[in-house]
């Protein structure tokens, strides 16, 4: 029933506030009601205003009118001062499993915004996290929540205040449209590289190390440097003998499979694995990545090791964790085997 009521809630919300990557806030999605205090406040005037008909005691109505007066100009600020507000959510970064899921948003006001609206306080926060935070004109940043492995969306936050008496409680709930992945957390092992061959098949668990030579610059001709290192195009001009300087450059190359560090345990072997991309990735490796039937061709850059985290991050994150550690281990246990044949 509880999850039932909470669907149609938030199926009436996506009408009443469509999602959207910034928000001004004006009558069609504010809402206002008395705080605790003020629920109070109107229960006390109410007897009040009852024992003062009955004796028809003139004091205590006119204290009951002025009150009601005051809750009326409360009522007014409170809906004037959060209307100014404009609030822009920005694009959730991807992080890691040990990490918190930082929201970013830019918080504003209308340019006739007084200098009374300024001490007003708006809050952020979530019900289904323990998140609570004012914010400040500007750029705010908030620490959410840690999340598991995968492609996630936050739920709807949201914003209120209280401004100015704390008698009115006015408040929004915003939804934030952007999606963003959460990679495994990484943990240290030894590096397991598969050489390729001219064929393009992965044989045995060996990192390849290539050398390369990048030119420095040119210098004098030594007796003991080779004749290809002549730059002839100097010396067809008739600047003498000189020499190419090459300065040598070990890289490591290969297929990085997530069979290799596969023992059981997918969630452990995917920590791994994403260890060893972001080092080889911080070495600028040419390597290639495998992990179940997708094949990551070999390349290096910030493009190469996003696709790499994407797939361990995506990989098998929609079932269940029974059928993760099941109906995958004989399959994995399997291509580990053969590996180490």
């Known amino acids: 029933m509880k999850l039932w009521s909470q669907a149609s809630i938030d199926k009436w919300l996506d009408k009443r506030i ?23 406040i109107v229960g006390l005037m109410s007897c009040l205003f ?20 005051l809750l009326l100009l409360a009522l007014f600020h409170s809906y004037v ?10 694009p959730i970064r991807n992080s890691f499993t040990n990490q918190h899921v930082q929201l970013q948003l830019d918080l504003s006001h209308k340019a006739n915004r007084t200098a009374l609206h300024s001490l007003s306080n708006i809050a952020i926060f979530s019900k289904r996290y323990p998140v609570y935070e004012y914010l400040e004109d500007g750029v705010n940043t908030i ?3 840690q999340f598991s492995r995968g492609l996630h969306q ?4 949201s914003i209120e205040s209280v401004f100015p008496f704390g008698l009115f409680r006015c408040w929004s709930h915003l939804s934030v449209p952007s999606q963003f992945l959460v990679f495994p957390a990484p943990i240290a092992c030894s590096l397991k590289l598969r050489q390729q061959n001219s064929l393009g098949n992965t044989g045995k668990k060996s990192g390849v190390t290539v050398t390369t030579e990048d030119l420095q610059g040119i210098r004098d001709y030594r007796n003991s440097d080779p004749i290809h290192h002549v730059s002839w195009k100097h010396f067809a001009k008739g600047q003498g003998l000189l020499s190419k300087d090459f300065s040598e450059r ?22 791994e694995v994403t260890f060893q991309v972001l080092e080889l990735s911080n070495q600028e490796a040419n390597f290639g990545f495998s992990i179940g039937k997708q094949q ?27 059928n993760i550690y099941d109906s995958d281990d004989a399959t994995e246990m ?8």
């Open 18 to 40: 469509p999602s959207s990557h910034a928000y001004q806030m004006d009558v069609n999605n504010t809402f206002i009601l008395p705080t605790r205090f003020g629920w109070a």
């Open 50 to 69: 009852i024992l003062g008909t009955n004796y028809q005691n003139n004091v205590i109505l006119m204290f009951c009118y002025f009150v009601f007066a």
């Open 81 to 90: 001062s959060f209307v100014q507000f404009h609030i822009a959510f920005r």
């Open 143 to 145: 620490a959410i929540h």
């Open 154 to 157: 936050l739920p709807r936050v």
């Open 250 to 271: 070990s890289a490591i190359s290969g297929w990085l499979h997530f069979s290799d560090y596969f023992t059981g345990n997918v969630e452990h072997a995917l920590s």
């Open 296 to 322: 990551i061709m070999s390349n290096t850059g910030t493009q190469h090791k996003r696709q790499c985290l994407e797939a361990l991050a995506l990989y098998r994150h929609n079932e269940s964790p029974h």
């Open 334 to 341: 399997e291509h580990s085997s053969n590996a180490k044949n």
